[in-house]
Nanobody
Framework: QVQLVESGGGLVQPGGSLRLTCAAS??????????MSWHRQAPGKERELVAA????????NYADSVKGRFTISRDNDRRTVSLQMNSLNSEDTAVYYC??????????WGQGTQVTVSS
């Protein structure tokens, strides 16, 4: 079955960096139409898209709030997608989720990893 396992969350001071990684299994990772993405949900707020990348071609998109600070990448050989987060601030505090859209009708979510930005 499809599994998405996130890692790399934790506590970081404002201005610091973290790197999240999502390890994927159970589906064809490199294929036209497969999109891997990171989303986040802060307390009391709706889940929002942070960044997305196609596994076939590596086309990336970002939310305006993270442009220039976050970088999404994928390693097709290792079947992983990563989110490098720099210049973190308190507004980045949230649970971060990995999502795999394997077709227009099938998507899967990871369990989430907590990112807390605090001094």
């Amino acid at each position: 079955q499809v599994q998405l396992v996130e890692s790399g969350g934790g506590l970081v001071q404002p201005g610091g960096s973290l790197r999240l990684t999502c390890a994927a299994s159970g589906f064809t990772f490199v294929s036209v139409g497969v999109v891997m993405s990171w989303h986040r949900q802060a307390p009391g707020k709706e889940r929002e898209l942070v960044a997305a990348i196609t596994t076939n071609g590596g086309v990336a998109n970002y939310a305006d709030s993270v442009k220039g600070r976050f970088t999404i990448s994928r390693d097709n050989d290792r079947r992983t997608v990563s989110l490098q987060m720099n210049s973190l601030n308190s507004e980045d505090t949230a649970v971060y989720y990995c999502k795999a859209m394997v077709s227009w009708s099938r998507s899967y979510w990871g369990q989430g990893t907590q990112v807390t930005v605090s001094s």
